[in-house]
């Protein structure tokens, strides 16, 4: 009995953790910024994607960053916007770059 309270909790504890830490905004593509990013490494920067939509997301996360090896990411925003569709984000509120949060799930609707 013990054992299976002490998965619950931990399970429990978990997922609360994940649903604080993540947050959804829903809009449409106002902004698209291309640019390069040289925080992980100071040598090897990599290409991302900035979005902004026309709803705010986060107080703390003005911009969400698509990482560059996420196509099928950069494909649905890119047919969001020329179609002039709503996306949901879903994106980290615990930004690692000031003012930007990432960006992991996108629904188009």
């Known amino acids: 009995m013990k054992l299976v309270f002490k998965s619950f909790t931990l399970m429990a504890f978990f997922l609360l953790s994940n649903h604080v830490l ?12 291309a640019t390069s990013d040289s925080t992980q490494h100071p040598v090897e920067n990599r290409n ?4 902004k939509l026309d709803t705010p997301f986060h107080e703390n ?11 099928y990411f ?13 996306v949901k984000i879903w994106y980290d509120e615990v930004n690692k770059i000031a003012g930007v949060c990432e960006a992991y799930t996108v629904e188009m609707k």
């Open 22 to 33: 993540s947050e959804s905004t829903e809009g449409k593509v106002s902004v698209l910024r």
């Open 48 to 51: 991302v994607l900035l979005l």
């Open 61 to 71: 996360c003005p911009w969400v960053m698509i990482k560059s090896n996420n196509d």
């Open 74 to 86: 950069v494909s649905t925003i890119l047919s969001a916007q020329s179609q002039n569709k709503t």
